[in-house]
């Protein structure tokens, strides 16, 4: 089961609004039929995380959550299940 914190290759996804890096924790997992567990859910933050409550970019960006991250997540979740990484943190 993949958990800890995870840096998301640039190649991979960048923040829709800054286009910063990013990090995913996940937080929710299913099991698969092979026995094994996927990603299906957690939390992800743009490295300038911070400057979120006074940058209109990502204000903008955080009120239409469903045009601007799920995709964004998709992607990740679709690496993180296939390429399986080793976390950065625990």
């Given amino acids: 089961m993949l958990e800890g ?3 998301v290759p640039r190649s991979v996804e960048t923040c829709p609004a800054c286009g910063g890096s990013l990090t995913y924790q996940p937080d ?3 099991q698969e039929e092979d026995g ?8 992800i933050a743009c ?21 601007y991250w799920l995709p964004v997540e998709r992607k990740v ?3 993180l299940n296939t390429e399986r990484p ?5």
Avoid: C, K, R
């Fill in 86 to 90: 080793e976390a950065d943190h625990a």
């Fill in 36 to 43: 094994g567990y996927a990603v299906i859910g957690g939390m």
């Fill in 5 to 7: 914190i995870f840096s």
């Fill in 77 to 79: 979740l679709a690496w």
């Fill in 28 to 30: 929710s997992w299913q």
């Fill in 47 to 67: 490295e300038y995380e911070d400057d979120w409550t006074t940058d209109e970019a990502h204000l903008e960006v955080n009120q239409m959550p469903y045009v």
